[in-house]
Nanobody, 119 residues
Framework: QVQLVESGGGLVQPGGSLRLSCAAS????????MRWYRQAPGKERELVAF???????NYADSVKGRFTISRDNAKNTVYLQMNSLKAEDTAVYYC?????????????WGQGTQVTVSS
């Protein structure tokens, strides 16, 4: 059974940093594209960062230059380094693992970790 467990969230002051981790189990991690999403209160879930199986990365415009996604296939873990945090980064952050199989997307979600940016 696929399981994704996020950690590393918390309360941080504006301008601070956090590193989120998402540990995967029950899956062949290296063949999954990994994504970080976030959802703020009253807003839709939005894609924050994406890393392919080959290590290519993409980011939402709102986090470019501040956030870095990375993966360690040996540890079955994907990370999100968040620097220069702003109040508008406050949200629940979710890890997603997805791959295409015969035209169907297999997608798995973690339970989320709260990030609060406030003074």
């Amino acid at each position: 059974q696929v399981q994704l467990v996020e950690s590393g969230g918390g309360l941080v002051q504006p301008g601070g940093s956090l590193r989120l981790s998402c540990a995967a189990s029950g899956m062949m991690f290296s063949i999954y594209a990994m994504r970080w999403y976030r959802q703020a209160p009253g807003k839709e879930r939005e894609l924050v960062a994406f890393i392919t199986t080959g290590g290519s990365r993409n980011y939402a415009d709102s986090v470019k230059g501040r956030f870095t996604i990375s993966r360690d296939n040996a540890k079955n873990t994907v990370y999100l380094q968040m620097n220069s945090l702003k109040a508008e980064d406050t949200a629940v952050y979710y890890c997603n693992a997805a791959r295409e199989v015969a035209g169907t997307t297999l997608s798995n979600w973690g339970q989320g970790t709260q990030v609060t940016v406030s003074s």
